[in-house]
């Protein structure tokens, strides 16, 4: 396992090449919230998050022969913009109390000024993309936003369920994680000039990492530790969502003891209220380590690394291969 500063290595070198734009998005993203209105968002967007969806969209930019530098920053821009968004409306769902190790938005200033503020900045990351006029990035950033929507709907159309299977999970997560990715690097390689057939290994290298971040996300949240993370453990189990290791657990009980384990989870499906035994939860995680099935979920995601490793053989990096490969190594190895 990797220490901390090895996990951070690792990003910074991966967007070394980059560094000076991903300065200048982070200077975009405050003129962008320099209204009164959204000054209450800033701690958040501040507060250490990784940068890595900018980052994305600026390196698929960077591999291009013809990058478009202002096209790009304000794509990554609207990008963070987008995500940070997301954040603050899965908080609200999930009913976090922590993000990037700050009181998440609804927490500090209510759960109807943080439903606002995450429409206020969806509006403000799509006038910056209307004012590009590139209708292929503004129609690559509707579609990810529709499917971001449609995998959280999803999500919580499932929960409590025993029996979910893994395609269909994987189904959720391509939807509501790695589609942003793999729409960062898409929106990138085109603002950078890549034939149509680069865009696609790129976009492919994207979707298969944004798997992999989600499955990790999903085994830290069995064991990972809350103060490094920044936010909650034990959020997927306090909302009855079955994530991978949760799947592959399932499976690997014989079917009383599978039963007895997750009794509550059935009381909760039947009730309507919501698991907070946190004795409960550590028996699962506890369960979920001992049999193997974290390993095997961490295990899954090193085969969506390899496929997003395999998409960028042998064609032309423009001196990137190295932050690819970064990028892939630390998509596994973080703990935070």
């Known amino acids: 396992m990797k220490g901390r500063g090895a996990e951070r290595s690792l990003l910074d070198g991966a967007l070394r090449p980059i560094k000076g734009e991903l300065e200048a998005v982070t200077a975009r993203i405050l003129s962008q919230v320099a209204d009164p209105i959204a000054q209450t968002v800033i701690y958040l967007i501040t507060a250490g998050g990784k940068r890595l969806r900018p980052g994305l969209v600026l390196l698929a930019g960077a591999v ?46 209510g759960t109807e000024r943080a439903v606002l503020m995450g429409d206020y900045l969806y509006a403000t990351a799509f006038t910056l993309l209307a004012r590009m006029r590139s209708p292929y990035v503004m129609r690559v950033m509707a579609d990810v936003c529709r499917q971001l929507c449609r995998g959280e709907l999803r999500e919580v159309e499932v929960r409590y369920r025993l029996d ?19 729409g960062c690097c898409r929106s990138g ?8 057939a680069m865009i696609d290994r790129l976009t492919e290298f994207g ?33 009855g969502a079955l994530s991978l290791p949760m799947i592959y657990l399932t499976q690997r009980l014989p079917a009383r003891m599978r039963d007895r384990l997750f009794a509550p989870l059935r009381r909760a499906a039947n009730t309507g209220v919501r698991v907070t035994d946190r004795a409960f939860f550590a028996r699962v995680a506890q369960a979920a380590a001992s049999s193997g099935a974290i390993a095997k979920a961490q295990e899954r995601a090193r085969e969506c690394i390899c496929l997003a490793q ?27």
């Open 310 to 336: 395999r998409a960028l053989t042998d064609i032309p990096m423009n001196g990137l291969a190295g932050a690819y490969q970064q990028l892939a190594e630390y998509a596994v190895v973080r703990r935070s």
């Open 207 to 239: 979707l298969n990492i944004g798997l992999a971040f989600q499955i990790i996300d999903d085994c830290l949240d069995l064991v990972g530790d809350e103060q490094r993370l920044g936010k909650a453990i034990l959020s997927d189990l306090d909302k």
């Open 189 to 196: 390689a085109y603002l950078g000039g890549c034939e149509p």
């Open 64 to 109: 291009g022969r013809a990058p478009n530098r202002r096209a790009l920053i304000d794509t990554a821009t609207a990008v963070e913009l987008i995500h940070t968004a997301t954040l603050i409306h899965d908080d609200i769902i999930d009913r976090s109390p922590l993000r990037r190790s700050q009181p998440a938005f609804h927490h500090r200033w």
């Open 164 to 182: 979910l299977t893994e395609g269909e999970y994987l189904e959720i997560i391509r939807d509501k994680t790695a589609s942003l990715i793999g």
